[in-house]
């Protein structure tokens, strides 16, 4: 009798791959099959040692894997019986169409085990000191993606009177529109706001400026893709790290 | 010359030890004194062999160590050359009061690490199967804390209309006043909720209900602290993991 197959939804973090958890480095190690997404650092590989691995990154469009290629060949994997690692960045729940993989997967009969990951919302603003809900500002986090989907639109007028701090995914190519909707619910000009671009990565860079001037700021910095907005009281708390020597220079 | 001492803010994850960070791990061992809160899992203990373990835990109001005695005991600590990991349950950015014992730290001239984790919003949603940003269903997650602070008010009728699932943390003493605020605000009664209890531990238990049914749900099961209350659709999707041979049995 072959053994039975089975997937990993693996989160791999933010960047940084200390970021992996135990039980991550775990299911790597048992692993047949890397499927590794672009946002993935290589150097979480080295945990998978006898995984062949399979690159199936698709990002912002260009020379991309198709999500019902990536699907079949899971599944096609582990009813052969191979146990699968399909390792995403940040969480597999977060943004990372874990939800469909996981649903295809039941469906074909195939075991799933989701490995939650660090997602970047929470990290990436973390590394500058920001605490993204802290108490004396605010009631809490929202995530939300700027990439939309075809006739999905986000409530920006609810969103900026939530209480919460706003942490975008994916926001870059649409900062304009977003700090404008923004304006526009009424959110004050000068609500504190940031862009950090390959958090918890050495590369990682950021500017610090307000809702208004977030987009011209980014604009002067050149930073691109991938990142993270946050926007909120909470990053007036930055500063203070400014000039501490665990964390880097803010630009 | 005495070295000089340094805090790491440690997030321990929501329960199961395997969701600690090869970070945390790494900081864990090279501590010399430990503070850990109540909800903090204590296999993680075991990464910290050379160490000092000193309770701080200060759960739901009763034999509470104070905020400003834990911030004083880690100031004196580090400035005594003592390398500190504050450990805390999930994400110490996330309802964690990590942002204020980050501020007094900085304050007093010492040298922080944050050290995130994995936060119970997030991946106990994921061990039923649930993701809570499904595109399908949502553009985003909101995690907000249930447990008000004095004078703060939380905006139910902007979140109801967010377009988000909502995660609620430390929600349970507040259940009834929370659904019937979401009701008022106009989310309808049919919406899936469910209220996860020591998610990801082996004696986690849930229920499964709608906005509407959830609070008498949780009070047939007697379910209590700590847990996390998640209200959406994409709870819908936990019913599609229930006879699957990896996940736990839903109540």
Redesign the interface.
């Known amino acids: 009798m072959r053994k039975a197959g089975?997937v990993y939804l693996i989160g791999a973090?933010p960047g940084?791959?200390?970021?992996?958890?135990?039980?991550a480095?775990?299911a790597l190690g048992e692993a047949d099959v890397v499927l590794a997404d672009d946002l993935v650092n290589r150097a979480v590989l080295a945990h998978a040692p006898k995984a062949r691995v399979v690159e199936v990154g698709k990002r912002g469009g260009c020379k991309s894997t198709p999500q019902a290629f990536i699907h079949k060949l899971m599944l096609r994997l582990a009813r052969a019986g191979k146990v699968v690692a399909r390792v995403k960045g940040g969480?597999?729940?977060?943004?990372g169409?874990?939800?469909?993989e996981?649903?295809y997967l039941?469906r074909g009969g195939i075991?799933?085990?989701?490995v939650?990951?660090?997602?970047a919302g929470?990290?990436v603003?973390?590394?500058l000191?920001?605490?993204?809900?802290?108490?004396?500002y605010v009631?809490?986090?929202?995530?939300?993606?700027g990439h939309t989907?075809a006739g999905?639109d986000?409530?920006w007028e609810?969103?900026s009177?939530?209480?919460?701090t706003l942490v975008i995914y994916m926001g870059m190519a649409q900062l304009g529109e977003i700090t404008t909707q923004l304006s526009l619910a009424g959110m004050a000009p000068s609500t504190p706001a940031c862009a950090i671009q390959h958090g918890t990565l050495p590369l990682q860079r950021q500017v610090i400026s307000t809702l208004e001037g977030l987009c011209e700021a980014v604009k002067r910095a050149a930073l691109g893709s991938p990142a993270v907005v946050v926007i909120g009281e909470?990053v007036s708390?930055a500063a203070?790290?400014r000039n501490?020597?665990?964390l880097r220079q803010v630009a």
């Open positions: 089975k973090g940084d791959p200390e970021l992996l958890t135990l039980k480095v775990r969480d597999p729940f977060v943004f169409r874990g939800g469909e996981l649903q039941r075991v799933v085990e989701v939650s990951g660090i997602t929470m990290c603003p973390a590394s000191g920001i605490p993204v809900t802290h108490r004396d009631r809490g986090v929202t995530f939300i993606t989907q999905g986000i409530n609810a969103l009177r939530s209480g919460t909470v708390l203070v790290a501490t020597e665990t």
